[in-house]
């Protein structure tokens, strides 16, 4: 807590980048066996480029609304121009009136394999399959801007959600894992399929409200943004009573639980029996974490 509450006392610097997102993208090969291959380098200097320099909205970004995140491809098999990796993406948003940067997006893609020709052209159709390749990374691309702009304004990214959507339905033809619902209960397919109904509305109400109405008030208000925080977080209770133990639960404390013991284990004083409540009711696998919580 004392980390953030730093980070809330310093003034937030603007960039000059007008794009939707700054993303480093990162090629890990150690496990490749074949790690000093130039090929490794092209692709990932590609794909840098491909992420950034890519417009895939029609919205005006200012420097100050580029969404920060990370593309981390963990290479475990090569062959020719087959690939077989790990995709982890993880994506933060700034804080109001500080240098914090706050998680709102990690997801462990385990089902990434494609193909790649050195040198070969990356080219992003909205509406047509290219290749997995393209079709995963434009995939969580809109995800982290739907989910980016869901903490802003509530249900603010259903133009970006649906179109990773309109991605994961055209990939299916290319008969690769992760976009069918026979691909496991941690896909791609599960993860926008329940973003996207009415049995999980929760999930994006939360992500507004805690950003929004909590931790863009720290600056103002310690007090009256942890317990927006807090009330924020038991709205889960009830998405928790429809589908226990849900992937979207899973997947948005692995992006927050540092983040909530931080903010509840230093003062000032909130009332905290519900919300602690919730958090092992919701998300037991953390219980180590929520036994800090003490404000």
Same mark, same amino acid.
């Given at each position: 807590?004392?980390?953030?509450?730093?980070?809330?006392?310093?003034?937030?610097?603007?960039?000059?980048?007008?794009?939707?997102?700054?993303?480093?993208?990162?090629?890990?090969?150690?496990?490749?066996?074949?790690?000093?291959?130039?090929?490794?380098?092209?692709?990932?200097?590609?794909?840098?480029?491909?992420? /950034?320099?890519?417009?895939?909205?029609?919205?005006?970004?200012?420097?100050? *609304?580029?969404?920060?995140?990370?593309?981390?491809?963990?290479?475990?098999?090569?062959?020719?121009?087959?690939?077989?990796?790990?995709?982890?993406?993880?994506?933060?948003?700034?804080?109001?009136?500080?240098?914090?940067?706050?998680?709102?997006?990690?997801?462990?893609?385990?089902?990434?394999?494609?193909?790649?020709?050195?040198?070969?052209?990356?080219?992003?159709?909205?509406?047509?399959?290219?290749?997995?390749?393209?079709?995963?990374?434009?995939?969580?691309?809109?995800?982290?801007?739907?989910?980016?702009?869901?903490?802003?304004?509530?249900?603010?990214?259903?133009?970006?959600?649906?179109?990773?959507?309109?991605?994961?339905?055209?990939?299916?033809?290319?008969?690769?894992?992760?976009?069918?619902? *026979?691909?496991? /209960?941690?896909?791609?397919?599960?993860?926008?399929?329940?973003?996207?109904?009415?049995?999980?509305?929760?999930?994006?109400?939360?992500?507004?409200?805690?950003?929004?109405?909590?931790?863009?008030?720290?600056? *103002?208000?310690?007090?009256?943004?942890?317990? /927006?925080?807090?009330?924020?977080? *038991?709205?889960?209770?009830?998405?928790?009573?429809?589908?226990?133990?849900?992937?979207?639960?899973?997947?948005?404390?692995?992006?927050?639980?540092?983040?909530?013991?931080?903010?509840?284990?230093?003062?000032?004083?909130?009332?905290?029996?519900?919300?602690?409540?919730?958090?092992?009711?919701?998300?037991?696998?953390?219980?180590?974490?929520?036994?800090?919580?003490?404000?």
């Amino acid at each position: 807590m004392y980390r953030l509450l730093i980070a809330f006392l310093v003034g937030f610097t603007l960039t000059t980048n007008a794009q939707e997102l700054r993303c480093n993208v990162v090629v890990n090969t150690e496990l490749s066996g074949n790690q000093n291959l130039p090929v490794f380098n092209t692709l990932q200097k590609q794909l840098r480029e491909f992420v /950034n320099n890519t417009k895939w909205t029609n919205r005006v970004y200012g420097p100050q *609304e580029t969404v920060e995140c990370n593309f981390y491809i963990n290479v475990t098999e090569y062959s020719g121009d087959a690939f077989k990796a790990s995709l982890q993406v993880q994506s933060s948003r700034p804080v109001y009136g500080s240098t914090y940067y706050s998680p709102v997006y990690n997801f462990n893609d385990k089902d990434f394999t494609f193909r790649y020709v050195e040198f070969q052209n990356l080219i992003y159709n909205e509406n047509q399959y290219e290749s997995n390749l393209i079709s995963v990374i434009a995939f969580h691309v809109y995800m982290v801007l739907g989910l980016d702009a869901d903490t802003f304004e509530l249900n603010g990214g259903d133009e970006f959600l649906k179109q990773a959507q309109t991605i994961l339905n055209y990939s299916q033809q290319g008969g690769a894992k992760g976009w069918k619902i *026979e691909d496991g /209960n941690q896909s791609r397919f599960v993860l926008i399929d329940n973003l996207m109904s009415p049995t999980f509305k929760e999930y994006r109400s939360v992500l507004y409200d805690y950003h929004r109405n909590g931790l863009d008030l720290m600056q *103002e208000n310690v007090t009256k943004s942890k317990e /927006n925080i807090a009330k924020a977080i *038991e709205e889960f209770a009830a998405m928790n009573r429809r589908r226990p133990n849900s992937f979207l639960l899973r997947t948005f404390f692995d992006a927050k639980s540092d983040e909530i013991e931080q903010i509840f284990s230093d003062g000032p004083n909130v009332e905290i029996t519900d919300l602690v409540s919730t958090l092992n009711r919701v998300a037991p696998t953390y219980s180590s974490k929520w036994r800090n919580i003490k404000f």
